[in-house]
């Protein structure tokens, strides 16, 4: 492609300079207005500076790629609500063995999700998780932290929904789903292993020391573990669990009344016990008439004196088929919700269109629901399909410019993947890329040229190339804190932890993120297979 002409070009620049200072600094001084509004900044001067044409800023827009990243959240929000990733939370802690062991199963876990549920999503749900537990064991959190980050990164990888560029390689390259996840599944699964060498070997002294007294767990109530955890995947935020005020309220709406007995006990009793039908939740350890059951941390009293006759009182029997119904929809709502994201999974592996498919998961998950669908869509980030339709069209009209073609020309003879010294000089390339740029633009820069190049050798090698472009602008995510959004994600969540907070340095993220990226990526460009 030539130049465009000189004046274009230093518009077309200008432009691009302001989207990219805004994506990668979204607080500058002078302009403080974040990364979405940085976007559309970006692309209004590409066709206010007549870059490109308002037709083609349209066109540049990929409708592809906002379909998938919209169906994919709603996925997650409804997955969320399902206890999903309470569940794998729980499994941090299962049965664990120490440490060691405990870093091993962070690594685990968090690349396994990532791979399906997207990185981003995997960070935001399980660093209170690996919070809580790094406290309850008196353990330094900083270790099980960059493990969560780095692995979370590593395993999103694998699969085209596993973060944003992959979407954009898989719809730009067309290669299948199965085709990309066995591509990439090795290099991803022995990166993770490797990813836990280099951080046990770097912290094998500090989780080895045994802390003289260890903290009580802090056990949460079953209310209290739901709302604590409850983040929205795409806005990063998360409801904090019942404060006192909440508790009162609580308590009051259960109309129980206590009153110091004179053995200093208390002495509870039913509001309207006699003559009325209504139900009452009694405190854990009272017994009207020597008859309760305990239920979920609960007493339903069963009260066979309360209309004075000695018949028992119906509606609190219906109250307990209420209950047990109830139970039996929600645990039937959380089967339907797992067996529709399995098939959107399986559709993907069956060859589908991504995109539809999505869709097609996220609105079957709304009617499964069978309510107002608002909250639910409230939690997708429109700010992130923003962003991407302002990148679209300002990365459209930096390529417009020439100046990527004219680099990529002076780049190409010595890139070339047909043999080990082009490979290695590519993934250079796009890990400076990925961390100065960030790694979707670098993808929507580099991907078509890429592919192009290795497309003259034959097809096999231009899969390849799609797939190296997957693995290492990726894994380049985790040579900075500032390298991916799951890292400062995972930074801004443990540092904003009201319970368990903890502040991840950019110095201290960078002294493993150097030796991590290097190896791992190095290991991983051996194992891609196209």
């Not at 007549?50 to 349209?58: C, G, M, S």
Request: net charge neutral; proline share 4%; with cysteine.
């Amino acid at each position: 492609m030539v130049m465009a002409p000189t004046v274009k070009v230093i518009l077309g620049s200008i432009a691009f300079g302001v989207f990219w200072v805004l994506a990668v600094f979204p607080a500058v001084p002078f302009m403080p207005i974040g990364r979405t509004a940085g976007s559309l900044l970006g692309a209004m001067l590409m066709v206010l500076f007549q870059v490109i044409t308002p037709d083609q800023a349209y066109a540049a827009i990929d409708l592809q790629i906002l379909g998938l990243l919209f169906g994919t959240m709603v996925v997650s929000v409804y997955l969320e609500r399902a206890d999903m990733f309470k569940y794998l939370g729980k499994l941090l802690a299962w049965k664990s063995q120490g440490s060691k062991d405990l870093l091993c199963r962070i690594c685990l876990i968090s690349a396994i999700s990532s791979a399906f549920f997207t990185n981003d999503t995997s960070c935001v749900v399980l660093t209170e998780f690996v919070l809580k537990i790094a406290r309850q064991q008196n353990l330094p959190p900083h270790p099980f932290l960059l493990a969560l980050a780095s692995s979370a990164n590593i395993g999103s990888s694998a699969t085209p929904i596993g973060n944003p560029q992959n979407l954009v390689i898989a719809v730009q390259s067309k290669i299948p789903f199965g085709q990309f996840l066995f591509g990439i599944v090795s290099a991803m699964m022995i990166g993770i292993c490797v990813n836990a060498i280099i951080l046990l070997s770097m912290f094998w002294r500090l989780l080895s020391v045994q802390k003289d007294e260890e903290e009580p767990p802090v056990e949460a109530t079953p209310e209290e573990d739901v709302l604590s955890h409850r983040f929205s995947p795409a806005t990063m935020s998360h409801l904090t669990s019942l404060n006192s005020h909440e508790l009162n309220a609580h308590l009051e709406a259960m109309s129980i009344h206590s009153s110091p007995s004179v053995n200093g006990k208390h002495d509870y009793t039913l509001r309207n016990r006699l003559g009325s039908g209504d139900n009452e939740i009694l405190p854990k350890d009272v017994v009207v008439n020597g008859l309760s059951e305990k239920k979920d941390e609960k007493v339903v009293s069963r009260v066979s004196s309360t209309n004075g006759f000695g018949t028992e009182n119906p509606d609190l029997c219906l109250e307990e088929i209420d209950e047990k119904s109830g139970k039996w929809k929600i645990l039937f709502w959380k089967i339907g919700v797992y067996i529709i994201t399995l098939g959107m999974l399986v559709s993907f592996l069956m060859g589908l269109n991504m995109s539809w498919t999505a869709i097609t998961a996220a609105l079957a998950l709304v009617v499964l629901d069978f309510k107002d669908a608002q909250h639910c869509l409230e939690k997708v980030s429109y700010s992130l399909l923003v962003f991407f339709c302002g990148m679209f069209v300002t990365v459209e009209g930096f390529n417009r410019t020439g100046i990527p073609s004219a680099m990529w020309d002076f780049m190409e003879p010595y890139a070339q993947i047909d043999h080990i010294s082009g490979i290695a000089i590519l993934a250079v390339v796009i890990v400076v890329l990925s961390n100065l740029a960030s790694n979707v633009p670098t993808v929507l820069l580099l991907g078509a040229r890429v592919a192009a190049a290795a497309a003259t050798i034959s097809p096999e090698k231009e899969k390849k190339a799609w797939l190296i472009l997957a693995w290492v602008s990726t894994v380049a995510g985790n040579l900075s804190l500032l390298g991916s959004a799951a890292n400062l994600i995972v930074c801004e969540q443990a540092r904003r932890s009201q319970n368990f907070g903890y502040n991840l340095t950019f110095w201290s993220h960078l002294k493993f993120g150097v030796p991590s990226t290097i190896i791992v990526t190095a290991i991983g460009l051996t194992l891609i297979r196209a």
